[in-house]
Structure formats: C-alpha cells, structure tokens
C-alpha cells in the first residue's frame, strides 16, 4: 500500500547527522511546493491528497515552535506547480495541473501568496499552460517559465517572463530542446541552468544548448558554493556541472544507492557546504510479486573531495518530500509518499511493511 506523509522531520544541526521529528502538516501531500519566508517561517502549498485528490490548502511551518498552522487556500488546486520567492517577500505559485477540470486540466493561472495577509490573490496568467516545468527568479527580480508539459504532452520548449511590477507575462526565447522537469539552478553569473541542455542568457533572453551529462543526471541539483552544480544520478554515478568550461565530472554514488535502491528523493545545500541528500525508493524481490518500498536513508556528499558519508536515517521513509534549509541551519524535510509493500509489476498491494 501508498500512504502520503504529514510528518515532517528535521536534521540536528551539521555535525550529528541525526534526524529528529517535528510537528506534522495538518495535511498529507506530495508533489507539494515549500517556499522559505522572509520571516524564516516555512510555506507550503498544494499536491496530492489521498483522500482529497488536488489541493489547494496551504500551511505555515514556524522553527521556533516547530508547530504548522493552516493559512489561506489558493484560488486554484495544483499539482506539477512551482514557486518562487519574489524580491517584495511574496510568494508567486504558478502553473501545475487538476484532471478533475477535464480535458487534460493543465493550469496558467499563477496567483501571489501574501504574507502580511495570508490571502491568495489571483495574479496574470501565463502564455501557456504548463506543469512539471521550470519557475527561477532571475536576478532583477522578474521570474522565468520555461519547459514543462501540457495538453499536447512531451516537452514544450516555450519560456516566458513574469513581471511583478506589472504582473504580467511575455514570452522570451525558446529552448534548444523541449524539456519536462523543474530541475534548474541560477547560476553565480546569472543565466539559469536547466538540467540535460538548456542555458539561459537573461540579458539576451536567448537560450545556447550545453553538453549532456555522459550519464543520466536529474534531480535533486543543487549550486554549489564554487559555482559549479551537484545532481543526483543512478548506479553509474552522480555528477557535478562546471558552467566555465561546461564539462560534466562523474564520481561515485552515494553508498546508499544500489541497483536495487535510491536514495536521492530530495537534496539540500547545509551551511557546512556540503549537500544533504534523503529518502527513495528500495526494490525487494518478493514472491509472488516484486515490491517497492520507500526508504528514510540519508548521506551527506563532499564538493571538496566528491565523496559521500552516510548519515543518520529519518524517522520516516519517504519519496517525492520537499527539503528546505531554515536559517538557523537545520533542514525541514516535509510530507511525500510512504510505500510499504507496493508491487512493483502489477497494482496488487503486497502485504508487506516498512
């Protein structure tokens, strides 16, 4: 069986490696978005329910009390959405996707989360609808849309600006290649870097190819405090991008990562320089059916020295959580799926636990 998480976690601070829990959401959710505030509280927004289907509910996490609190709802239920800090301390929550609308139910609508007020307020929508797609605040303060996926399916190649001033939106160039996925970073020079061939020049607004990772990267990716970029990988490797001579180094996984198991769900960047990587999935051949069950395994991975050391195990094992770095330090790992026993070839449920 699939369950979705409330629980939170977050790490003792660097040193421990020890996860301790926390208070839970008020909601279960995966695929949820978390944006940290000005204020140091934690927001996060929308997903997937079990019971509830899309959600629209969204909720306030405060460190020094280590308590959630419900705030306003959005306009609109979400999944595949995105989010984005803006200059002025609001929140921009844009795109995503609710089959329950019809057709494909692909979302453009983008609306601005107050903090002040705690309301939702519906913002300009975007040129096209999107989810599973890139959303990056650009350094004089407008927020790029970029690739994603729509009704049509594959990947769109189309991008476009958001403009908090005037809350509207207009495109700018278009991708070298369509792409499906919110993995990007905003690189120390400015340009934004979209995992597996897209780099964008904000003052041209102009998109150049780059080379491909020689084995497969994806999330999570992580700017690393040299510039260069960390992402996750499979059995073969992990990788590091360096954007000056844009050149891929491959090293090994962490020791958590098998054939049989991952444990990269979500990835972080500690105060200490190195980056937290947590949860996943591990396959078990179980008769009559293979099961996949999700993990709490965690590792820590060194840019100085491209190697990893295992760390504490959350208390939770978990899949598709967010993780978000607090300023005192510590990460707040929140909500995801917990699979126990689910078979890996058919729909049937396993009876086993985890």
């Known amino acids: 069986s699939i369950a979705l998480v ?16 926390t208070g839970s959401m008020n909601v279960a959710r995966v695929d949820h ?10 927001l996060v927004a929308g997903g997937l329910n079990a019971t509830s289907g899309y959600l629209a509910s969204a909720e306030l996490y405060n460190p020094s009390t280590g308590k959630w609190t419900l705030t306003g709802s959005m306009t609109a239920s979400r999944d595949g959405h995105d989010a984005v800090l803006l200059h002025n301390g ?25 903090p002040s007020t705690g309301i939702w307020t519906a913002t300009g929508s975007m040129t096209t609808g999107r989810y ?4 990056t605040l650009l350094p004089n303060g407008e927020v790029l849309a970029a690739g994603g996926t729509n009704c049509g399916g594959g990947g769109l190649t189309s991008a476009e600006l958001y ?27 400015g340009e934004v870097f979209v995992l597996n061939d897209n780099l964008y020049n904000p003052s041209t607004g102009t998109w150049t190819a780059t080379n491909r990772d020689p084995i497969f990267a994806h999330a999570p990716v992580v700017l690393l405090p040299n510039g260069e970029v960390y992402a996750a990988g499979t059995i073969q490797g992990d990788s590091v991008y360096e954007p000056s001579t844009a050149q891929w180094t491959n090293f090994a996984p962490p020791p958590c990562t098998t054939i049989h198991q991952s444990c990269e769900s979500a990835g972080a960047l500690l ?5 937290l990587v947590a949860g996943g999935v591990t396959y078990v051949n179980a008769k009559p059916y293979p099961i996949e069950e999700t993990n709490a395994l965690a590792a820590l991975f060194d ?6 050391t295992a760390t504490g195990s959350m208390n939770k094992s978990r899949l598709g959580e967010t993780m978000t770095v ?5 990460v707040l790992v929140a909500g995801g799926a917990h699979a126990c026993g689910r078979t890996a070839s058919s729909k049937r449920t396993s009876s086993s636990t985890c």
């Open 33 to 42: 978005v978390a944006a940290l505030l000005a204020n140091g509280e934690v």
């Open 271 to 275: 105060a200490t320089g190195k980056v």
């Open 163 to 189: 403009n908090p001033a005037t809350g509207t939106w207009t495109a700018t160039g278009s991708m070298t290649i369509g792409n499906e996925t919110n993995w990007a970073v905003l690189l120390q020079n």
């Open 303 to 308: 840019p100085s020295t491209l190697t990893w």
């Open 132 to 135: 599973d797609f890139v959303l």
């Open 90 to 114: 609001q929140v921009l929550v844009a795109g995503g996707i609710n089959a329950t609308l019809g057709q494909c139910g692909t979302l453009a609508s983008a609306e601005l989360y107050n």
């Open 6 to 21: 409330a629980s939170t976690a977050i790490p003792a601070l660097a040193g421990s490696g020890g996860f301790n829990n």
């Open 326 to 330: 607090l300023f005192n330090g510590q």
